[in-house]
């Protein structure tokens, strides 16, 4: 049964960095395509960006780049998501998503538990 | 990228059929998604490619599309079905875009 567990809250000052972590188990991080969604308290859903497996390479949504940095250790099945500048309008839980298969296509079937992080003076 | 746009609010009765809409110019020729989130809970997964239904989720839950809109529909709501739902579609450079999310609400 795979399993994407996140690291835990934080608090952070406005022009701060964080960086968040998600843990595979029970598959490998290659065989996943690990995205990062975040959501504002009391607010929708938000895509960040993510790994395609298509072209290898990690896309960004457009309102976080410059910002956003998404890396991923294989070596501890660990993904990572680092937002910087921190403003109070990035509080929110962000949760990292994943595709398992190519069955689902473009959906995320995986989800961790979503680590809540507030930027706070 | 485009906008997928769902109705803020659905109330239905137990037992009766609720349905979602999620309208998007891009769904004609992209799949889309559907995903029930409670409240403190992440998001799970009820269909997706349109109309396929993950391992666990039950038959209650279906999707359809037609032209620019797909439509969850939720056949015998129970009071557990009470939740917020999201449709998410993708285009073809890889960008995700999600709904802005639908409150069912079982009277």
């Known amino acids: 049964q795979v399993q994407l567990v996140q690291s835990g809250a934080e608090v952070k000052k406005p022009g701060a960095s964080v960086k968040v972590s998600c843990k595979v188990s029970?598959?490998?991080?290659?065989?996943?395509?690990m995205h990062w969604v975040r959501q504002a308290p009391g607010k929708g859903l938000e895509w960040m960006g993510g790994?395609?497996?298509?072209?290898?390479?990690?896309i960004y949504a457009q309102k976080f780049q410059g910002r956003v940095t998404m890396t991923e250790d294989t070596s501890t099945d660990t993904a990572y998501m680092e937002l910087s500048s921190l403003r109070s309008e990035d509080t929110a839980v962000y949760y990292c998503?994943?595709?398992?298969?190519?069955?689902?296509?473009?959906?995320?079937?995986?989800w961790g538990q979503g680590t809540m992080v507030t930027v706070s003076s | 990228s485009y906008e997928l746009t769902q109705p803020p609010s659905v109330s239905v009765s137990p037992g009766q059929t609720a349905r979602i809409t999620c309208s998007g110019d891009?769904?004609?020729?992209?799949?889309a998604y559907w995903y029930q989130q409670k409240p403190g809970q992440a998001p799970v997964l009820v269909i997706y490619?349109?109309?396929e239904r993950p391992s666990g989720i039950p038959e209650r839950f279906s999707g359809s599309s037609s032209g620019t809109t797909v439509t969850l529909t939720i056949s015998g709501v129970q009071a557990e079905d009470e939740a917020d739902y999201y449709c998410?579609?993708?285009?073809?450079?890889?960008?995700?875009?999600f709904g802005g999310g639908t409150k069912l609400t079982v009277l």
């Open positions: 998503a994943a595709r398992s298969s190519i069955t689902v296509k473009d959906a995320f079937d995986i």
């Open positions: 029970g598959y490998t991080l290659t065989e996943l395509s």
């Open positions: 790994f395609d497996p298509e072209d290898g390479e990690t």
């Open positions: 891009a769904l004609p020729k992209q799949y």
């Open positions: 490619k349109d109309s």
């Open positions: 998410q579609s993708a285009d073809s450079s890889g960008t995700v875009v």
